[in-house]
């Protein structure tokens, strides 16, 4: 788009100087505020050629050069301030849907996540799972060695949770000591799997920070059949099924509405 500006500068006498700024505010916008410096340079250098082509001020090049500085402040200008309000733009967004302590997703953002997987799984019949983290004794830890070292442990689990399962699943911080993990596409064998890979790496982690253990429920469905609300109610109940059976073991179930049989795994 700059080459073509400065091929439309070198041949009419129209100013394009706002339609150059065009890529500038792109590339800002995308690359930051360094890019749409080097930007705007190439974009004053083929406005350079341009006007030069045509010598429009004959013997006073010092007025096409003079020229060339001032659009290359505006453009270096318009340059940081897009890169600055992209920045706030981010970090408005991280705000919005990131947890502060752990860096994981937040409630609001993992609730808009699952109505969207919930739609996805009823159009393409895709397998979906919930699993539900609740950490046991947490108070205990926060009320025998501080709020710091509860926020270690909670950093640790987001830590190694995220270490240890897929890209697309997507790990959220519910609040307080409640973590929630929703596995898109995936087979109840698979999600057996992850059960014990999460009881297993959650506990180890917590090895540290006795006496808190990880409870885990996970609910799967073959086709979303309910709310996202609902899904995640049924894997809170599983979770809460783990506390009173001894609490540090996970809980797999097969939810199925349809039929009355429900298979379940237990560690």
């Not at 010092?62 to 402040?73: C, D, G, K, V």
């Not at 967004?93 to 996805?120: I, K, M």
């Not at 799984?121 to 926060?142: E, G, M, Q, T, V």
């Not at 973590?179 to 180890?204: C, D």
Request: neutral net charge.
């Amino acid at each position: 788009m700059i080459i073509t500006v400065g091929m439309l500068r070198a041949k009419t006498d129209v100013e394009l100087t706002s339609l150059a700024l065009i890529p500038v505010l792109i590339i800002s916008w995308i690359g930051g505020q360094w890019n749409g410096l080097v930007m705007s340079l190439l974009s004053v250098g083929l406005w350079l050629i341009g006007d030069f082509s045509k010598m429009q001020f004959h013997n006073n090049s010092w007025i096409i050069w003079m020229n060339a500085t001032t659009r290359f402040i505006t453009y270096g200008l318009v340059a940081y301030l897009i890169a600055k309000i992209q920045r706030q733009f981010v970090s408005a967004f991280q705000l919005a849907s990131l947890d502060p302590l752990t860096g994981l997703h937040n409630r609001r953002s993992f609730l808009n996540f699952g109505l969207s997987e919930v739609s996805r799984s009823i159009r393409y019949s895709h397998s979906l799972a919930i699993a539900f983290l609740d950490l046991d004794n947490f108070k205990k830890l926060n009320d025998s060695k501080g709020h710091d070292v509860g926020d270690v442990a909670l950093q640790a689990i987001a830590k190694t949770l995220t270490e240890n399962l897929r890209a697309n699943d997507r790990i959220t911080r519910l609040g307080g000591d409640e973590f929630a993990i929703l596995l898109p596409e995936i087979q109840y064998e698979e999600a057996i799997e992850v059960g014990h890979k999460i009881s297993n790496t959650v506990n180890t982690v917590l090895y540290d920070f006795p006496p808190v253990t990880g409870s885990i429920g996970i609910a799967w469905f073959g086709v979303a059949d309910r709310t996202f609300h609902e899904m995640l109610k049924v894997a809170d109940q599983l979770m809460y099924e783990v506390k009173a059976s001894g609490k540090g073991n996970f809980r797999c179930q097969n939810i199925t509405l349809k039929t009355d049989s429900k298979k379940s795994s237990d560690s």
